[in-house]
């Protein structure tokens, strides 16, 4: 956990805590985790939640990443996890994590006009990004981290030269389908910016196995020492390797000797910024205008050819008519506001396929499009308010969300479809129209001005069909 304040524009850090839970230890076969990770990684957020008390919401990101990816049983833990820490946790994907990595890095190092190629080791995946600036031109995140190659080819404790080797491998075949684009790519120079990599890059230079950097001879240097140490628990005899690292070195040491030789790297240096400083950075631009999420959704509704003005009109009647319910249906918070905005600027991707079913085009594109600076949960909220748009009303799409939006999902797919409804004819001006929840949470009663219903038939037609479409979930009253 990093703690920042801003000081003329930038960050500086005002308190680090870090625990090593290695939650990626306790992902079963069976892609549950175990009661001992659970605890483990429970006791590291108390501790956290403790030093964050008193901070406002919104001021505070915590990320999860692969193995909460890769569990089955996450939403459970998710829940009793950001109740113990006091603060909502967002599960980003392996594309979102590398942003975040080449972000930190970038801040931690500058900005460089030369293309830069950045690594970074986690307990369960590698992201590997190649960037020029502060933008990212493409990410790849694999398969393969420190717990997970240490616990699968070292599951005994014992390292022996085959066991190595056999790692290294697996890492070089994850790389293989990568390889030939990035090294078309190139790059200059060459960053890694994890613990782990920090660690070999340590050791390397308190044996005199290079002055600075990492290069390949000395990891195979490196590789020797700890084949000859021969187990996970005489690892810790080797100088300056530090004792919570031992149980997962090996594991990352084969992982960056398959990446050197994959990928042809001559030299690594080491940035002490990676995710964390980058979900700073990031957090940052939300309050200072710069908020990724934007333009992601401007390049989306762009690519796709979004009528915007349209799209605008929409966004504008759906927040007023927030405005209006958001007390009752307790919507007055920032992230409701947003993604009610954001999914009615690219309800219509979907066209861009075709007319005929566009809601479902669109709900696709959304759940398979890369999306900078979304979790993926948020994601999912996105793809079901675009889904949910129009057509027949289904409250199981929402069911499976993480709280508030199992619940509020639904409340701001009903404004959203009657936003869009109201701007049918994608030229007369909306009316003031004043909304009114009666007696139960889903009763809506929809008051329009004087005459303006009788002299617009097809709305009245609309509201008549959607009374129908939503009455599973809704009731619905017009007049």
Not at 336 to 343: E, N, P, T
Request: aromatic share 6%; proline share 3%; glycine share 8%.
């Amino acid at each position: 956990m990093v703690i920042a304040r801003v000081v003329d524009g930038e960050l500086q850090v005002v308190d680090r805590i870090k625990d090593m839970v290695r939650l990626a230890a306790g992902l079963g076969k069976d892609k549950k985790l175990d009661d001992e990770s659970r605890e483990r990684a429970l006791r590291a957020l108390s501790i956290f939640g403790e030093r964050l008390r008193g901070l406002p919401q919104g001021s505070v990101r915590a990320v999860g990443t692969n193995t909460l990816r890769k569990a089955h049983d996450s939403k459970a833990f998710l829940k009793e996890a950001e109740d113990t820490l006091g603060h909502p946790i967002e599960v980003i994907s392996g594309s979102e994590e590398a942003r975040l990595v080449y972000l930190g890095v970038v801040h931690t190092l500058g900005a460089a006009n030369h293309n830069r190629l950045v690594m970074d080791i986690g307990g369960g995946s590698t992201e590997f990004i190649i960037g020029r600036g502060f933008e990212p031109l493409a990410r790849e995140s694999k398969y393969m981290g420190c717990v997970s190659y240490s616990n699968r080819y070292f599951p005994d404790g014992v390292i022996t030269r085959e066991s190595f080797d056999n790692a290294v491998i697996a890492a070089r075949a994850e790389l293989e389908s990568s390889e030939h684009r990035f090294i078309q790519m190139g790059w200059k120079n060459s960053v890694g910016s994890s613990g782990t990599i920090r660690a070999i890059h340590d050791i390397i230079v308190t044996h005199g196995l290079e002055k600075a950097g990492i290069t390949y001879p000395a990891l195979k240097q490196l590789r020797s020492m700890i084949v000859d140490a021969g187990s996970i628990g005489a690892l810790e005899g080797i100088e300056g390797m530090p004792s919570n690292r031992a149980p997962v070195f090996a594991g990352g040491l084969a992982i960056l000797m398959g990446a050197f030789k994959s990928l042809s790297i001559e030299q690594m240096v080491v940035s002490d910024g990676a995710l964390r400083e980058g979900v700073l950075y990031d957090l940052l631009g939300r309050f200072s205008d710069s908020d990724i999420r934007e333009q992601t959704i401007h390049h989306l509704a762009e690519h796709n050819q979004v009528d915007y003005d349209h799209a605008l009109r929409v966004a504008d009647t759906a927040q007023s008519l927030l405005d209006q319910v958001a007390g009752i249906w307790e919507l007055y918070e920032p992230p409701f506001k947003q993604i009610l905005r954001w999914a009615a600027l690219i309800h219509e991707i979907g066209l861009s396929i075709s007319h005929s079913r566009y809601h479902i085009h669109g709900s696709y594109l959304v759940e398979n499009s890369d999306l900078p600076g979304f979790s993926r949960e948020d994601q999912k909220v996105l793809w079901a308010l675009v889904r949910s748009h129009r057509r027949r009303f289904k409250p199981h799409r929402f069911e499976d969300l993480h709280a508030p939006y199992d619940v509020k999902g639904m409340r701001l797919a009903m404004i959203l479809r009657l936003a869009v409804l109201l701007n049918r004819s994608r030229r007369e001006a909306v009316p003031n129209v004043e909304v009114k929840i009666k007696s139960q949470p889903h009763k809506i009663r929809l008051k329009f001005p004087e005459g303006w219903l009788d002299a617009n038939p097809l709305t009245r037609a609309g509201l008549e069909q959607e009374r129908d479409y939503v009455s599973s979930a809704f009731s619905l009253k017009a007049k």
